[in-house]
């Protein structure tokens, strides 16, 4: 299983990079996701564009305004001990623990999974939850997307074929509650299903909440009508459950080898319930 | 282009190629430098097989491009070895007979001694949940867990 | 001669092996070689109604292309072990037409991997698609597509074998249980793929090859026959083997190799990739068991019916293997008096069928424990009490039974008894109790098995009607050599279990050595090492006739170093004694000569060998277990010789919400009779146990109705990773074998045999308040969650 033949660029600035993308070319970061693809022939790019030598694009910083700026070149590995990570955006460490093994993390990046989309992927729907932007590098300037809009369907965002994605940015979330649920076959497989959650409220209400379920849709998909039973509600032991019976709507999961549409659907629906649940009881009251 | 020098260091030895750009880590390991220890088994890293040490940390070589490895230091199962008989982690595996064909040990070297560096007393659910990146057809796993274990206890002393 | 068999030695094998200095396949590089990529059909049905690879040569850095009607050209078609009907021509590449997708239709060798598949691209196939059958009950239908008309059907084998009085039991019967049980298809997948390396002599008009196949003998009669070239012209060669379970050999690949290293005029070597290996090398059979059980109402067991459909894939080469094995293990460890087994061997277009661990038996030990398992539901009797009522008692051992097995050895009743003891049956029982109360789901479940070893070739006449090949045997060679120091070979090429430590063990005890002193070769050169058409890592059979062999040749090399010694000694034979290297007179410490002085006696000062004593110190030998025997007249055979047996306890948890299936405790109980070395007995049960575990929640090669492959990659075809399993518990009974020279049983299969029932069993008792029955595999969290939710 070897790759057909490609140019090979590696870029050391980002202009460099910029320079080299075309329609024909694929980025390479953590590679994790894409080298798979090459060796099995599933993509052909004409040049590949290796981007881990671009200065400055890894790092977990603290914003001003209490959120987080994470470079795309991030590993997994290190997104998962940062301290930074652990203190204001618990439900990312959460997430990354499940992305494959230990080797895997170590070279995959948080922006290389975010771009490449997989619908069952944990970091897109847990930046998803988080309410994360995207920024992203191209030869006219750098815009900022909302994830709500970056990520568009299967395998698919709103990154051109001249553009980098370059860093994500999270909001404060201190202080909201979060929880995370999936169900994969084996520890570190693709999510069969699961839920990213984060719950903003007090110790006796709900304020708003952002669920998001992942292999439940083309993409990492907001259950809305689940949020708006949680959202100004009283915190109650119900409360997860009746937001769980609220979900079916939001989902048009898919059918494949490993399960149904309809089991899909249930899984997050009980997902869903145990997320909400630990969000909730993680909100600081 | 389609080829590229790349130079690095392998086991302590700088190296320098000139190779193609689609060539695997694993392939250069393998074909250009006659390390053979580090096996292939998927290609699509799953099974864990072709796993080595970059810049310290494990890493599949069957997803890493030769040329991307410029300027790092790659560790093999060969490295892993002493000039004489075996470390104190082969020397467990051996023991504790952690090994039957021996085609996913050189990777399971590689995890172990990652997850022995960063954790020097491992529970039995850690060491599982570390080596569920490397697949083994033949061991079971039961008997590479006590190996690791043992080794933890050994390399405490 | 006691010493160093039975002694949990580590390995000597390891030690190469930890520090990467392993030699497998693809380590191996022969000058000038070149590597070859082979195109494969995207359909799973098809007419090839033109192949063009004339841009081929025109890619630099290939050096030769191979085509089907290359291959049908200049090679004979591969000899088929059971002859069809019709004669059909089956080539090392598909010639006018494709039967699964991933079928060879081309070759190419090149520089490189990477170059060769560039290569592939630029071949031009004509595809007439035809319909695929993937369903082994539609393709009996006499309205199914065909994969090969001229036969006029998709049933290799079919036939019914009747031992016992069945309608008679069946009459007597209080009850029968009827059940369909299903098994999906699998495979063992070892970590290396399989290749190998071809490099042809002109001058010589002869071949060599490297290769990680495990049945040289096998593989050395089909290259003789399809190159048209006398075995004295070929070579094979196994180097170290990343394991093998049945799953490494493919004689079509090797061929192809030939014709590219002949036509290049430089070796070539070809490695399966991971997608090649899972999607075309071999599939143990998916199938369909049909079962009756005829009982009385205290549970005894009198008959047996089975209607047996096996799914062969494309495989018109190795068919029916997997019924063979089913019969002549059908009824377990159980005195069923009556059996009835209808076999269909059947052809769709898919991937070949071939060996795997167990062979067909984890089906069979699936279908029997769960039929007895809902025979115990049904009596409201406990599972393990049923079965002990049934069980062939130790005081009837050698038992045989209706098909013509003969369980040499063993105690089915203390093996369940020391499992649940093991276990603690009573104590979980009770905690299971209190769970339940709590409203978790905790299973229990036991299976119990017989494990054969050694496959005696004449019960191939059941299916062909003569006798081409029989009994079961294999050769090996002890040698002294010139400086006195030991060297062994066998015909039988390891796959990671050891031999160069368990051989070791054999020699030295024989010889009054230490195994560091015997030197063993790793694998298997047939220029050197003896071999027979037997001869092969196969059956389990390592304990049944490589032992005998190994054993015949040190006794022999003994013996003779007794002779050399009493004549240069002037003592008598029988009161010398060999051991820390010397021949010494019994207990007169100061009289002995070191095997090395033997040694130059025999080989440098000839003129010291006693009157009549040739000169060397070698001996070859092969050992043939005399177990098998040819086939009976009531078409009764001992088609597998002799039999360990375990039980199983596995004690599972099952989500309510989710259907997550989680291993709590998985108990082992077997016994092999003589541990040669138990380190390595007991890592063959883990390893053989988990591939059961495997294939009882994860594995499955799923196709859809076209034929097509969907686990594909080892990203949906799951295997077990240190995660999925709990630590395997393993006890051990031992009871010899009387009919192996060392008392040895099979091991190597073991686990893998019983573990599938035993998970299905603890799932279903974790269900027992939804009345589910478990009647098919794997059993997926999706699945569970129907059973659930009451659908």
């Known amino acids: ?285 | 282009m389609t080829v590229a020098r790349v130079r690095l260091r392998v086991n302590g030895h700088a190296v320098e190629r000139t190779v193609a750009a689609r060539r695997s880590l694993a392939d250069l390991l393998r074909e250009d430098l006659g390390l053979t220890g580090t096996h292939v088994g998927c290609e699509h890293g799953v099974c864990g097989a072709c796993t080595v040490l970059v810049d310290g940390r494990t890493a599949r070589a069957c997803l890493l491009l030769a040329v991307q490895l410029e300027g790092t230091e790659v560790t093999t199962v060969e490295g892993l070895t002493p000039p004489e008989g075996l470390s104190v982690l082969q020397e467990s595996f051996r023991e504790c007979h952690a090994l039957q064909c021996g085609f996913c040990t050189p990777g399971m070297l590689a995890t172990a001694h990652e997850l022995l560096a960063e954790n020097a007393a491992p529970t039995r659910d850690e060491i599982r949940a570390a080596i569920a990146g490397n697949l083994c057809m033949c061991t079971g796993y039961v008997n590479i867990v006590r190996a690791i274990e043992l080794a933890a206890r050994r390399l405490a002393r | 001669m006691t010493g160093w068999v039975g002694r949990p030695l580590a390995r000597k094998e390891d030690a190469r092996l930890l520090a990467g200095r392993g030699r497998y396949l693809d380590d191996v590089c022969r000058p000038g070689q070149l590597h070859a990529a082979m195109l494969r059909s995207p359909h799973a049905h098809a007419r090839i109604a033109g192949l063009d690879a004339r841009e081929v040569a025109a890619i630099p850095g290939v050096h030769a292309v191979l085509t089907g009607a290359d291959a049908a050209a200049l090679s004979h078609p591969i000899r088929p072990l059971i002859p069809t009907a019709v004669p059909l021509d089956d080539w090392c590449l598909a010639v006018d037409r494709v039967r699964y997708a991933g079928e060879p239709v081309a070759a190419v060798a090149a520089v490189d991997r990477a170059t060769a598949e560039d290569a592939l691209e630029t071949i031009r196939v004509e595809y007439e698609p035809l319909p695929a059958v993937v369903d082994p009950e539609a393709a009996l239908r006499p309205d199914s597509p065909l994969l090969y008309p001229a036969l006029g059907t998709n049933v290799l084998w079919h036939d019914v074998l009747a031992y016992g009085d069945v309608a008679g039991a069946f009459a007597r019967a209080d009850g029968v249980l009827r059940e369909r049980f299903e098994i999906q298809r699998y495979a063992s997948t070892p970590l290396e793929t399989f290749g190998a390396i071809a490099e042809y002599d002109a001058g010589l008009d002869a071949y060599t090859f490297w290769t990680n196949d495990q049945r040289p003998g096998l593989t050395l009669a089909i290259l003789a026959d399809s190159l048209g070239v006398p075995q004295s012209r070929l070579r094979l060669i196994t180097p170290d083997i990343g394991g093998a379970f049945g799953n490494k050999r493919r004689p079509a690949y090797l061929l192809v190799c030939a014709l590219l290293a002949r036509q290049a005029g430089r070796p070539v070597k070809y490695v399966e990739d991971r997608l090649e290996n899972l999607g075309a090398l071999m599939h143990a059979c998916n199938g369909v068991m049909d079962v009756e059980l005829a009982y009385r109402s205290d549970g005894t067991m009198l008959g047996l019916r089975v209607r047996d459909v096996a799914d062969e894939g494309k495989n018109l080469i190795s068919p029916t293997q997997h019924n063979l094995i089913k019969l002549g293990n059908i009824v377990n460890g159980y005195r069923i008096g009556a059996v009835s087994y209808e076999a269909y061997s059947v052809l769709t277009t898919k991937c070949p069928s071939g060996a795997n661990r167990g062979i067909g038996k984890p089906f069979m030990c699936f279908a029997v424990e769960r039929a007895v398992a809902l025979l115990a539901r049904r009596l409201r009797l406990d599972p393990a009490e049923l079965r002990l009522r049934n069980y062939v008692a130790r005081e009837e051992m050698p038992y045989t039974t209706p098909p013509g097995a003969q369980y040499d050895s063993g105690d089915y009743a203390a093996t369940l008894r020391r499992a649940l003891e093991r276990f603690d049956y009573r104590g979980w029982r009770e905690r299971q109790a209190h769970a339940r109360a709590e409203g978790r789901l905790l299973g229990i479940g036991i299976a119990t098995s017989v494990e054969p070893a050694g496959t005696n070739l004449a019960s191939y006449e059941l299916i062909t009607g003569r006798r081409a090949a029989s009994g079961s045997a294999e050769a090996a060679m002890v040698r002294l050599e010139p400086d006195g120091r030991v060297r062994a070979a066998l015909g039988d090429p390891a796959c990671g279990q050891g031999y160069e430590t368990v051989v070791a063990q054999i020699v030295a005890d024989e010889l009054g050595l230490t195994p560091a002193d015997v030197h063993v070769e790793r694998g298997f050169d047939s220029a050197t090492t003896p071999w027979l058409y037997l001869s092969g890592n196969y059956s389990n059979k390592f304990s049944v006739t490589d032992v005998g062999a190994v054993v015949g040749a040190a006794r022999a090399v003994r013996d003779k170093l007794l002779r050399i010694a009493a004549h240069r000694l002037e003592a008598a034979v029988d009161d010398l004694e060999l051991a820390e290297g010397q021949a010494r007179v019994r207990g007169v410490p100061g009289r002995g000569l070191p095997l090395r002085e033997l040694a130059r006696t025999a080989y440098a000062d000839v003129l010291g060998l006693p009157p009549g004593e040739p000169p060397g110190l070698e001996a070859r030998h092969a050992h043939q277990n005399p177990l098998a025997q040819p086939l009976g007249a009531d078409r009764t055979v001992r088609s597998q010789l002799v039999f360990s047996n375990a039980a199983h306890c596995c004690l599972v948890e099952i989500d309510r919400l989710t259907g997550m299936v989680r291993i709590l405790r998985h108990v082992v109980v077997h016994d092999c009779g003589r541990e040669l070395n138990p380190l390595i007995v007991e890592g063959m049960v883990h390893g053989s146990t988990v591939h059961g575990l495997g294939a009882a929640l994860l594995e499955e090669f799923r196709y859809d109705a076209n034929g097509q492959l969907l686990t594909s990659t080892f990203m949906d075809y799951l295997k077990p990773t240190a995660a999925d399993v709990p630590d395997i518990e393993v006890d051990r009974l031992e009871h010899p074998s009387p009919f192996t020279p060392l008392g040895a049983k099979g091991v190597g299969e073991g686990g893998s045999i019983p573990a599938p029932a035993a998970v299905a069993s603890a799932v279903e008792d974790a269900l027992a308040e939804l009345d589910v029955t478990v009647r098919s595999l794997p059993i997926t969290p999706e699945r569970v969650w129907r059973w659930l939710r009451g659908r």
Request: glycine fraction near 10%; hydrophobic fraction near 45%.
């Open chain 1, 1 to 285: 299983m070897k790759p057909a033949p490609f140019d090979y660029v590696r870029a050391r600035t980002l202009d460099e990079a910029l320079a080299a993308l075309d329609a024909d070319s694929k980025i390479l970061a953590g590679g994790q996701s894409l080298v798979p693809m090459l060796n099995m022939r599933l993509v052909r790019p004409t040049r590949v564009v290796d981007i881990n030598a671009l200065p400055g694009l890894d790092g977990v910083r603290a914003r001003a305004d209490g959120g987080l700026d994470i470079g795309a070149l991030t590993r997994h590995s290190d997104v998962l001990t940062a301290p930074l990570v652990k203190e204001r955006a618990p439900l990312l460490a959460a997430a990354v623990a499940h992305v494959g093994h230990r080797a895997i993390r170590n070279r995959g990046t948080i922006g290389g999974s975010l771009a490449h989309a997989d619908p069952a992927a944990e970091l897109p729907a847990a930046l998803l939850a988080l309410d994360a932007s995207a920024l992203i590098a191209g030869r006219g300037g750098r815009r900022r997307v909302r994830l709500d809009e970056f990520l568009v369907g299967a395998l698919t965002t709103a990154l051109r074929a001249d553009e980098i994605l370059i860093g994500i940015e999270i909001p404060d979330a201190r202080g909201a509650g979060w929880g995370f649920a999936e169900v994969a076959r084996r520890p570190g497989d693709f999510a069969i299903a699961g839920v990213a959650a984060l719950v903003q409220g007090g110790r006796d209400r709900c304020d708003s909440a952002r669920l998001v379920a992942f292999g439940a849709h083309e993409r990492p998909v907001r259950l809305r009508g689940a949020e708006s039973v949680i959202a100004g509600a009283s915190a109650s032991a119900a409360l997860g459950e009746q937001a769980a019976a609220r979900t079916a709507a939001d989902c048009r999961p898919p059918d494949d080898v490993h399960a149904t549409a309809e089991y899909r659907a249930h899984l997050v629906r009980v997902l869903s319930e145990q997320a909400v649940r630990d969000a909730m009881s993680r909100t600081a009251g």
